[in-house]
């Protein structure tokens, strides 16, 4: 049983690691897929992300090399991997593009695209807007590493209780055999190669025949002076054999000894059997057979 548990617990855990690698994972791009920013935000998005308060499309290279946004840590749009490194893209667009900051003055009045990067990128990092506030708000990868928390917390602390669980039983269980051990050990020194009789005082001529009182009998009482007699329904018990006319049965008188007396046959003077020798011998038979004693 533990070890089906432990096996779940382990494939509940690699599940749990799996979900956490697949959302973290993004997928790299060329520069040519459409992505979407917003007119005053640091991040580019996936279409339908809940930061987009404001819509513009443009390609994943415009994005990041030529305006300089950053990934959204919710939506998790595509990584640009264009054919040369970014950081060396990023300075040829800033030093090397057409009209730099040694253009004619008309060119650098204009404040054109010379810049653009360098200015959008100034602008969306000092930005406090809105979108920035929210990307904080709601941290997925957080709450994925959350989830991934309680689905360890809550199998490990199941499995732990069903640890503690077995070992106290195995404890209860190792403890119930050492009883066992020392009341076996006790009851054998007072019991083994004897008779139960031997220790208890039965009336004369009493003795135990399958499991039952008895003294010498006959046809009608087999049972000796332990006979009574009862009728089908079993709710009354008899002395006369004969009572009422009826033809009753008889029966050892520790089995019914419970019952109800009849008001004409078995009451008055009639003497009943004693048994509390009986229930003593049954007593210490049950003890030998409990323990194994001969």
Same mark, same amino acid.
């Given at each position: 049983?533990?070890?089906?548990?432990?096996? %779940?617990?382990?494939?509940?855990?690699?599940?749990?690691?799996?979900?956490?690698?697949? &959302?973290?994972?993004?997928?790299?791009?060329?520069?040519?897929?459409?992505?979407?920013?917003? +007119?005053? !935000?640091?991040?580019?998005?996936?279409?339908? /992300?809940?930061?987009?308060?404001?819509?513009?499309?443009?390609?994943? &290279? #415009?994005?990041?090399?030529?305006?300089?946004?950053?990934? /959204?840590?919710?939506? +998790?749009?595509?990584?640009?991997?264009?054919?040369?490194?970014?950081?060396?893209?990023?300075?040829?667009?800033?030093?090397?593009?057409?009209?730099?900051?040694? $253009?004619?003055?008309?060119?650098?009045?204009?404040?054109?695209?010379?810049?653009?990067?360098? $200015?959008? &990128?100034?602008?969306?990092?000092?930005?406090?807007?809105? #979108?920035?506030?929210?990307?904080?708000?709601?941290?997925?990868?957080?709450?994925?590493?959350?989830?991934?928390?309680?689905? =360890? =917390?809550?199998?490990?602390?199941?499995?732990?209780?069903?640890?503690?669980?077995?070992?106290?039983? $195995?404890?209860?269980?190792?403890?119930?055999?050492?009883?066992?051990? @020392?009341? @076996?050990?006790?009851?054998? $020194?007072?019991?083994?190669?004897?008779?139960?009789?031997? =220790?208890?005082?039965?009336?004369? !001529?009493?003795?135990?025949?399958?499991?039952?009182?008895?003294?010498?009998?006959?046809? %009608?009482?087999?049972?000796?002076?332990?006979?009574?007699?009862?009728?089908?329904?079993?709710?009354?018990?008899?002395?006369?054999?004969?009572?009422?006319?009826?033809?009753?049965?008889?029966?050892?008188?520790?089995?019914?000894?419970?019952?109800?007396?009849?008001?004409?046959?078995?009451?008055?003077?009639?003497?009943?059997?004693?048994?509390?020798?009986?229930?003593?011998?049954?007593?210490?038979? +049950?003890?030998?057979?409990?323990?194994? %004693?001969?």
């Amino acid at each position: 049983m533990m070890v089906i548990l432990l096996r %779940i617990y382990g494939m509940i855990i690699a599940f749990s690691w799996f979900i956490l690698a697949f &959302y973290s994972i993004v997928h790299a791009d060329n520069g040519d897929t459409i992505v979407h920013v917003t +007119n005053t !935000g640091t991040h580019y998005h996936t279409a339908g /992300c809940y930061h987009l308060q404001s819509d513009k499309e443009i390609t994943l &290279y #415009e994005a990041v090399v030529e305006n300089g946004y950053i990934p /959204c840590d919710d939506c +998790n749009p595509p990584v640009y991997d264009g054919p040369a490194k970014l950081h060396e893209q990023m300075e040829e667009h800033q030093g090397g593009g057409e009209g730099t900051s040694s $253009s004619s003055g008309g060119e650098s009045g204009n404040g054109t695209s010379n810049h653009s990067y360098s $200015s959008t &990128y100034t602008t969306n990092s000092n930005s406090n807007n809105r #979108e920035t506030s929210d990307e904080y708000e709601k941290p997925g990868l957080l709450l994925c590493m959350i989830g991934v928390g309680i689905a =360890f =917390f809550l199998p490990g602390c199941f499995v732990i209780g069903m640890i503690k669980s077995a070992k106290t039983k $195995s404890i209860t269980k190792k403890q119930e055999q050492e009883e066992f051990e @020392r009341a @076996r050990q006790m009851y054998y $020194s007072m019991y083994a190669g004897k008779s139960p009789l031997s =220790f208890v005082q039965a009336p004369p !001529g009493a003795f135990v025949k399958n499991d039952l009182p008895c003294t010498e009998g006959d046809n %009608i009482r087999p049972h000796g002076d332990y006979t009574v007699f009862i009728g089908k329904n079993a709710n009354v018990l008899h002395m006369n054999p004969k009572c009422g006319g009826a033809n009753l049965d008889p029966v050892n008188y520790s089995l019914v000894c419970k019952l109800p007396h009849c008001k004409r046959c078995a009451t008055g003077k009639i003497t009943l059997p004693r048994l509390e020798w009986f229930v003593k011998y049954s007593e210490i038979e +049950n003890i030998k057979r409990k323990y194994n %004693i001969p």
